[in-house]
């Protein structure tokens, strides 16, 4: 192969230039090149002009080569524009593929940087370019961001919405993804109604939207595109009866009966402590919640209304309103003790039990034992465990403590196929216990069928048999399903759903976060867009 064959192989984009020298300086590879075209057509009018006004050398950054730099000094000619009626009278010349005009990128380069800058951001980006011999700032890698041009997208058929937090708590805005290519569309910097009726009125075509239960974008679609079917996520309509499950689980987590536990062998009987009793709120916010609850309602008695009570206690209106709607201040802390951790040690409670009961009441020996098992905590965590312990010949049997609310939802809104056998006989006693959330669990599972085998002709059947129930948390939901009937019954029916568009909020999410303070909405519809 001759040396203009390689050349040309490894740099394609400079075929149509004489090459006059390739050299080394430094740490770069210097090309020396010049334009060999007999004329040039002008940027303004079109027009070819073959008469050359002036030279001069341009230096062109290019894609680096083995880990080198490489710079391109270009000669380029001026050419007279002999148009008439042109406004620019000389003009430089510009080589396709190469050059555009005042930059000192070529397009190559300036494609790998906007790549680097699209998928890794501002600094880490800067990083890796200097790794590949690219070293440019990660002000110049935004930019190139910046400068990305987009291409025209057709107007999706399928289109999905959703919200997604610029600043969590205050500033939102929408991300429309077309569902059926599965690729962003647009990225909206507001969450309203207002601003989904404008983008659809621009972009007319859209035949099904699916959306979450959110008014303002139900409101949105049906004034910028009413003959769209809207469809209400199913992940969302499962989401919402969940919520009431739990409220209503947590009315009734006093009449659950205690969980039965195995008592570890023992050689002489042993008092265990007393059972401690679950769903007792404590602490600064409990209380403040408790003496809120007991101000509004002697308000209400007083037969003051919503609005004199926010002005006088200065809260918020559906604050105001959840507390009038919940008839004990134990409704409003349901979710005591949810969500927090539990210590790693009490994973390994069984085997304590066991090898205390067998005489082995050393805790360092535990502790040892336990690490040779996976355990990284400490010394103290086990020895602190087992202390309470020591009062008795052997280690009482854990104390009998009911179900939490969180656990007896997750149970009434799981298959119960999928349910452990001691799962099943602790839900088969809480609801043996109270027959109100055996109601319930019926209409949960009916919804479940109903959901998953797109049975939507069937949720009217379902609603009023859902109403002759009377469970308060459970009207609640179906009267949330009338007030958007349509949308329910075309996400109970059709296959479509938002799950593509979730998953492009989680990535959202991800290029916020690494952006850091920098995520503008400018600069994150741009990689939204186009970094896909």
């Not at 951001?121 to 987009?150: C, D, F, H, K, Y």
Request: aromatic fraction near 6%; include cysteine.
């Amino acid at each position: 192969m001759s040396f203009s064959s390689l050349f040309t192989l490894l740099f394609p984009h400079l075929a149509d230039l004489r090459i006059d020298d390739v050299y080394r300086a430094g740490l770069s590879v210097r090309i020396a090149a010049s334009t060999q075209a007999d004329d040039a057509a002008c940027p303004v009018c079109a027009t070819r002009s073959p008469r050359v006004h002036s030279r001069y050398v341009r230096r062109l950054a290019d894609t680096p080569v083995s880990g080198r730099e490489v710079l391109i000094h270009l000669e380029v000619r001026r050419f007279f524009c002999d148009e008439p009626t042109c406004k620019r009278r000389i003009f430089a010349e510009q080589v396709p593929g190469l050059t555009v005009a005042y930059a000192r990128r070529s397009r190559g380069l300036s494609d790998v940087l906007a790549g680097i800058g699209m998928a890794l951001g501002g600094r880490a980006g800067a990083r890796l370019a200097a790794r590949i011999a690219a070293a440019v700032s990660r002000m110049t890698l935004l930019r190139q961001v910046r400068a990305t041009p987009e291409s025209p997208a057709d107007v999706p058929r399928i289109l999905g919405v959703d919200d997604f937090a610029l600043r969590k708590g205050h500033v939102y805005g929408t991300l429309l993804v077309d569902a059926q290519t599965r690729r962003p569309v647009e990225v909206l910097p507001e969450r309203s109604a207002r601003a989904v009726k404008e983008w659809l009125i621009q972009h007319p075509g859209v035949e099904v939207v699916c959306r979450d239960r959110a008014g303002c974008y139900a409101d949105g679609i049906a004034q910028g595109a009413p003959d769209a079917v809207q469809i209400a996520d199913r992940f969302h309509l499962w989401q919402n009866l969940a919520a009431a499950v739990e409220r209503a689980v947590a009315r009734h987590r006093r009449d659950f009966p205690p969980t039965t536990s195995e008592p570890a062998p023992t050689t002489t009987p042993a008092e265990p402590p007393p059972a401690e009793t679950p769903g007792i709120r404590q602490g600064p916010l409990a209380e403040r919640t408790r003496r809120r609850h007991k101000q509004i309602h002697h308000l209400l008695d007083q037969g003051r209304t919503i609005m004199e009570i926010v002005g006088e206690l200065d809260l918020a209106r559906n604050t105001v309103r959840r507390f009038a709607r919940a008839a004990t201040v134990e409704d409003l802390l349901a979710r005591d003790g949810t969500g927090k951790r539990p210590r790693q040690v009490a994973s390994y409670d069984a085997y304590l039990r066991e090898r205390f009961a067998h005489g082995c009441t050393n805790a360092a020996v535990l502790w040892d034992e336990l690490r040779r098992q996976g355990y990284n905590g400490s010394y103290a965590s086990v020895r602190d465990h087992i202390r309470p312990w020591r009062r008795h010949a052997v280690p009482p049997p854990a104390p009998a403590r009911p179900p939490t609310a969180r656990r007896v939802t997750a149970w009434i809104l799981t298959h119960p196929d999928h349910l452990e056998h001691e799962q099943r006989l602790q839900l088969t006693a809480v609801l043996g216990a109270c027959p109100e959330l055996a109601r319930l669990s019926e209409r949960v599972q009916g919804f479940a069928r109903m959901m998953a085998h797109r049975q939507g002709h069937r949720l009217e059947e379902w609603t009023t048999a859902a109403r002759s129930e009377q469970i308060p948390e459970l009207d609640s939901f179906v009267r949330g399903l009338g007030r958007d009937w349509d949308a329910v019954v075309a996400g109970l029916t059709l296959p479509h759903s938002s799950g593509v568009v979730e998953g492009h909020v989680n990535r959202l999410k991800m290029l916020k976060r690494q952006m850091y303070g920098r995520a503008n909405p400018d600069l994150l519809r741009k990689r939204v867009l186009l970094a896909v």
